[in-house]
């Protein structure tokens, strides 16, 4: 093609003089959104589309450019610059702008490159969710004559496989380990048979879930580790007989008439519903069913099969906590070798800059706060760790604490206005709690990371309502305080001849080493607040009585 050198041509006059008279277009507000929401899918759409389009190369390149989200600010504003060199070459060297672009070029483009970037994060959000190795329940290891039952053919087993609900496992001689998506742990020994009757979570939430296993013949123990949900249990049914827990170590066994449930650690709940009846069982005792006659509870009794679990649920709990820190590292990216920036992104900076309503931006801080707890709860693990960075870390847990705090003076603003949007803010920052509390709940007084667990304790109690809720919490963190204690004799046996101390809110749980031949009705655990007082029996075997309220003293049931 023929270079033009003459710039007034006749016709590219009449051409130039066409394109002036084209009347700017007149557009509705309606029209201009559809235009605008047209553009925006179409560029969120290029993240899944990476494929050219050969009808329009120049829109799908672009398409691909925008979802690259790696190229970095200084990367995109030179692809820019790079553009306007381009428009730069075209003969427009008589028109103002074009001056305008030459000196401003990168002014410009860094200008719609920050607008771009901006634009495209004020539709995302933070999230703060963690990779929880616990997604299924699954059959983890087996030995000896094992099978499972689905839809009523038997199946091999092999380590690993993925269990369901309506699904029957048997052993003959032998035994096997179910791992349960709620972290809980069940093993059966020989010649027993269990139907899994449900397995249920609230959508994603790991804070809301309900496990039932059927214990049709034999005997199987259960480690429960962290259910802190009020609505959320594991239980076992034998015949009439259920049997529920939160926490703690408990062995169900089914002998022709006969329901024996043994309790080894913390607390477990047993009904009867032939007698309707309920009983709260503790640590050290056992309750036995024989047919419609009542319960009878009494001192367990050592088993090789109870030793050989108890043994092989502190190697599991550390596995679960190990799994857990992995999760967290994984998830956001921080790890012991190198530094961890608390300060917001530009990303993170920016969604707070375009976010205009404030109720949502405090939603944001409050997000951002539980990503950086989260961090510093790992980094407090780190084996090289200064008192320095062991300050700075603590700091930044207490500025969680803080942002909470602010975030619940928002709601009560909220709430003399929308009642129903304030309830909507209250769960969505006790949901925070709940799930940071279950994170924690084998986070042992002997943990560097045992200060995140206090101040999640303490701001549990800015959610209560009244005085009788206030004294529910403190009466449940004084069990949980009371089962740390437990959880720690156990994990350290050269604790045995010591003291064991567990302060949470004020509320001081201490635990004295007594001998299963001094077992004496004398008090050995005192909890400084008057609703609660709690009695440790023989903590070599982890034998405990609980009386709360005054009542029933050293009985080995909760009323």
Avoid at 105 to 118: H, I, W
Avoid at 135 to 148: A, H, I, Q, Y
Avoid at 287 to 308: F, G, I, L, P, R
Avoid at 491 to 505: F, Q, T
């Amino acid at each position: 093609m023929t270079k033009m050198k003459n710039n007034n041509d006749p016709k590219l006059e009449k051409l130039m003089h066409a394109l002036r008279s084209i009347e700017k277009p007149k557009l509705s507000d309606f029209r201009k959104i559809q235009i605008k929401e047209n553009i925006l899918s179409q560029t969120l759409k290029a993240k899944d589309e990476r494929v050219l389009s050969s009808n329009c190369v120049v829109l799908s390149y672009i398409r691909n450019l925008v979802a690259d989200l790696s190229l970095s600010l200084v990367d995109r504003v030179e692809i820019k610059n790079r553009v306007f060199d381009v428009i730069e070459g075209k003969k427009m060297k008589g028109h103002f702008w074009y001056r305008f672009f030459t000196f401003n070029k990168q002014l410009v483009s860094g200008a719609l490159m920050f607008f771009m970037f901006f634009g495209m994060f004020s539709f995302v959000s933070v999230d703060t969710n963690v990779a929880r190795a616990g997604t299924f329940t699954k059959l983890s290891d087996f030995e000896g004559e094992v099978f499972v039952n689905r839809d009523g053919e038997n199946i091999l087993p092999q380590e690993g496989m993925e269990l369901y609900e309506n699904d029957t496992v048997i052993t003959g001689d032998g035994e096997v380990v179910i791992e349960y998506f709620d972290d809980s742990v069940s093993r059966l020994s020989g010649d027993t048979e269990v139907l899994i009757n449900r397995l249920w979570s609230e959508g994603d939430s790991n804070v809301s879930t309900y496990v039932e296993v059927s214990v049709i013949d034999g005997s199987m123990w259960s480690k429960v580790l962290n259910l802190v949900e009020d609505d959320s249990f594991f239980v076992v049914v034998a015949k009439d007989v259920y049997t529920s827990a939160k926490r703690g170590a408990f062995n169900v066994e089914l002998d022709e008439d006969d329901v024996e449930v043994e309790v080894y650690h913390n607390t477990v709940e047993v009904y009867s519903q032939t007698n309707d009846n309920t009983e709260k069982i503790v640590s050290g005792y056992a309750v036995t069913v024989e047919d419609d006659s009542e319960m009878k509870v009494a001192v367990t009794e050592e088993s090789q099969w109870a030793t050989e679990n108890l043994e092989e649920d502190i190697v599991y709990v550390a596995e679960v906590e190990e799994r857990l820190l992995a999760s967290k590292m994984d998830s956001l990216e921080v790890n012991f070798e190198e530094d961890y920036s608390f300060d917001n992104t530009l990303r993170e900076s920016s969604l707070l800059l375009v976010t205009i309503d404030d109720v949502k931006r405090h939603q944001i801080e409050l997000d951002l706060a539980e990503q950086n707890f989260i961090a510093a709860e790992v980094k407090l693990y780190d084996p090289n760790l200064t008192d320095e960075e062991k300050a700075e870390y603590e700091a930044v847990l207490h500025d969680f604490a803080v942002e909470v705090e602010q975030f619940y003076e928002m709601v009560d603003e909220v709430d003399e206005k929308e009642l129903e949007y304030a309830e909507e803010l209250d769960d969505y920052v006790e949901e925070k709690l709940l799930t940071l509390k279950k994170d924690l709940v084998l986070t042992l007084p002997d943990s560097p990371a045992y200060e995140a667990k206090v101040i999640v304790e303490e701001l549990e109690l800015l959610a209560v309502e009244d005085e009788t809720e206030l004294e529910e919490v403190l009466e449940e963190q004084a069990l949980d305080a009371l089962a740390d204690a437990e959880d720690l004799l156990v994990k350290e046996p050269e604790l045995v001849e010591e003291v064991v101390a567990v302060e949470i809110n004020d509320l001081e749980v201490v635990v004295v080493e007594v001998e299963v031949e001094e077992l004496v009705e004398e008090e050995v655990i005192d909890v400084e607040y008057d609703p609660v007082e709690i009695i440790v029996e023989d903590p070599a075997w982890t034998h405990y009585g609980v009386e709360i309220y005054g009542d029933k003293p050293l009985s080995p049931m909760l009323y």
